[in-house]
């Protein structure tokens, strides 16, 4: 399937059928050149048509269609920081999500390997300092961090992933809610890493 319109609605649907984001939360987008294909302002993951998919243009930032979701330049910060990005993912997934609101983990690294699919598909989550959704001065600190790790974990938020593919990217977002979830089911047990 090539038209990225039909790719987000389809991996939108599918990833909020299998509750990893819930309501209107969690963005998707596909570079193609120097457009960004995004979800719109408002849309629910669930329910995306090919209309809920607006187009911005890298460049200029030019919008054609619905406005574009309040996180889009999340999503742009991370395509300028790395050129090989071809999308991007960002959930509300609820293991992640709670992580991501300890106090205790290590912001350089939030999640231990404790798989050996988290090892290769995400390596190092470094967790970013808290902004509000939608706040502006986030695109700072995720630019920073993106330029050197494709995972990033919003603090109090949730998980964004960019990968060459938008396949790529779900699979590692995945991975990070299920290792998150694991984290949980593993607390305070003595864990084998990998």
Known sequence: MSDPAAQIVEMGRSLFARRLTPGRTGNISVRVGSSLHVTATGASLGTLTVADVTVVDL?????RGRPPTKEAFIHQSIYRARPDAGAVVHLHS???VAVSCLQDVDPADVLPPLT???GMRVGRLPLVPYHAPGDPAMAAPVSELAATHHALLLSNHGPVVA?????????AIEEIEETARLYFLLAGRPVRLV
């Open 59 to 63: 460049d200029t930032g030019a919008v």
């Open 94 to 96: 609820t293991y992640a």
């Open 116 to 118: 050996a699919y988290y």
């Open 163 to 171: 990968g060459p593919d938008l396949a790529t990217a779900t699979d």
